[in-house]
């Protein structure tokens, strides 16, 4: 049985991610998935603008369309859990997916997921693989000490100064890589590294994310 999977993403870079790894991967357990990026406003000259702060209200919408388009199918989200306007005091990644599901009356074809605390910490999965992309040889020994902390690479996340992203920027700057992570390169960076990584490699590493891609794994079994 092949089933329809909607994935609804936050911006270009999770875009990429789920076009180029996750899409292609899906395949082979008869799940046929396409990203849609979720729409934050005009750009000057009247389009859609792609990407950006998110908040309930914004991705109930998207999810809303979607969900209109695959009656038929499934509907999940990729979003960031850092990325959320209006999270509330406390709240945990569990609570906001449960909300987001709420707002929608809980369809029973939606599973909705948030990356808990964003997406580049699954670039921390494997430190020598990412040290080797950015050829950077003492990044290896800055990454691990950082994930041994946190227990996990998704867990890396101590502020908003020190989220993976800012990490990633700090390290290829200090270390002069080539290859520099920025808001303005992790478009073409975040996406290739991911590759680099592996699906497997990210999976073994980052249970949440595992446990959300083996359910999208299960969709089409009887």
């Given at each position: 049985?092949?089933?329809r999977?909607?994935?609804?993403v936050?911006g270009?870079t999770?875009?990429?991610?789920v ?5 292609p991967?899906?395949?082979?357990f008869d799940?046929?998935?396409?990203q849609?990026?979720?729409s934050?406003?005009r750009?000057a000259?009247g389009r859609?603008?792609?990407?950006g702060s998110i908040?309930?209200?914004?991705v109930?919408n998207e999810?809303r369309k979607?969900?209109g388009?695959y009656?038929?199918?499934y509907?999940?989200s990729?979003y960031d ?30 599973i909705?997921y948030?990356?808990?605390y964003?997406?580049?910490g699954?670039?921390l999965s494997?430190p020598?693989?990412v ?6 040889a003492?990044?290896e ?8 902390r946190?227990g996990?690479?998704e867990?890396?996340?101590?502020s908003?100064e020190t989220?993976?992203?800012?990490r990633?920027?700090a ?7 080539k290859r520099?992570y920025s808001?303005a390169t992790?478009?073409l960076?975040g996406?290739l590294l991911a ?8 999976r073994g590493?980052?249970?949440?994310f ?5 359910r999208l ?5 009887p």
């Open positions: 049985m092949n089933v999977l909607g994935i609804s936050e270009q999770e875009a990429a991610f076009t180029n790894l996750l899409a991967h899906l395949v082979g799940v046929h998935a396409v849609t990026t979720v934050t406003g750009t000259d859609k603008a792609k990407g908040n309930i209200d914004r109930a999810l979607l969900l388009s009656r038929d199918g509907v999940t990729f859990f850092y990325g959320f306007a209006d999270k509330q005091s406390g709240e945990t990644v569990e609570r906001l997916e449960a909300r987001i599901a709420a707002t929608l009356g809980t369809p029973r074809n939606l909705p948030v990356q808990i964003e997406f580049e699954l670039l494997d020598a693989i040290a080797g992309y950015f050829d950077a003492c990044m020994s800055a990454i691990r000490s950082v994930v041994a946190a996990s690479p867990n890396v996340n101590d908003p989220a993976p992203s800012k990633l920027e390290w290829t700057r200090q270390h002069k890589s520099l808001q992790k478009t960076h996406p590759a680099r990584l592996t699906l497997p490699v990210i590493a980052c249970p949440r595992a446990a959300w891609l083996s794994e299960a969709l089409a079994r």
